[in-house]
């Protein structure tokens, strides 16, 4: 097995009200490629800020990031994007959709990003996996909060991603579509070989993965297999 991502020494602080709040405490592990992980925890235990470090979007105060034999904090922004843009899929927590472009644009942005081919059609077919492709014309203020959460997830697919972190993809999910989306999150794992990386306040879906890391107060407070 190969490592896919690997922190040492990780900590992030911010500058608020005159003093350093640190957010996250000296995080140390790694992940093996094409394995399933759930990040669990208090809410402000600093889960979405350290999976926004894993994946690029967010830099650490200290400590490095390896993504893919890259190091993330060596990479200037443009270089940062090209390396997300490449190998990591996001489903953000509070979706993150762009609200001028229809859902499927929105899917559509990654692929024209890498400048693929087919594009519209490829699009169709992630709505269509998610169970939105009636929705595609509709801007994100005209879907509902679950909806949105589902085309967040089928742009996360849209480039076949490597590694794909998942920020409560399920928290605003009725019973039934939480099950649709779980499975195909695990779909992707089992047949692309996908890593997933996930956050979220269910334990019975962090019970479905391989390995649960536990957070507190910005430490890490166990790892479990
Ligand atoms: N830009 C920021 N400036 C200052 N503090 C921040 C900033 N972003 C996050 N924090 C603080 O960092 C801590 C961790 O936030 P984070 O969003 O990572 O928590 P979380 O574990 O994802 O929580 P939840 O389960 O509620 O989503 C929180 O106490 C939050 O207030
Ligand atoms: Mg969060």
């Known amino acids: 097995m190969s490592t896919i991502l690997r922190l040492q020494q990780v900590s992030k602080s911010y500058r608020s009200g005159g003093r350093d709040l640190r957010v996250l405490d000296d995080i140390t592990f790694s992940v093996e490629a094409g394995s399933t992980l759930a990040i669990v925890g208090p809410s402000g235990s600093g889960k979405t800020t350290l999976l926004g470090l894993c994946a690029g979007l967010d830099r650490s105060t200290s400590g490095s990031v390896e993504l893919h034999d890259t190091r993330?904090?060596?990479?200037?922004?443009?270089q940062l994007a090209?390396?997300?843009?490449?190998?990591?899929?996001?489903?953000?927590?509070?979706?993150?959709?762009?609200?001028?472009?229809?859902?499927?644009?929105?899917?559509?942005?990654?692929?024209?990003?890498?400048?693929?081919?087919n594009i519209r059609p490829r699009a169709l077919e992630l709505l269509d996996k998610v169970g939105l492709a009636d929705r595609g014309h509709h801007y994100p203020a005209q879907l509902s909060g679950g909806e949105q959460q589902r085309v967040s997830l089928a742009r996360a697919f849209s480039n076949q991603p490597r590694i794909l972190f998942a920020d409560e993809p399920t928290g605003n999910l009725d019973a039934e579509t939480s099950e649709k989306v779980v499975k195909l999150l695990f779909d992707l794992n089992r047949e692309a070989g996908t890593t997933l990386v996930l956050v979220t306040h269910d334990l019975d879906l962090a019970a479905k993965t391989q390995r649960i890391l536990n957070m507190k107060g910005g430490k890490l407070i166990s790892d479990e297999s």
């Open 82 to 117: 090209a390396v997300r843009n490449r190998y990591v899929g996001f489903i953000f927590q509070n979706f993150q959709l762009l609200p001028t472009l229809t859902a499927l644009e929105n899917v559509m942005v990654p692929l024209e990003l890498r400048q693929e081919k």
């Open 72 to 78: 993330l904090d060596e990479l200037n922004e443009d």
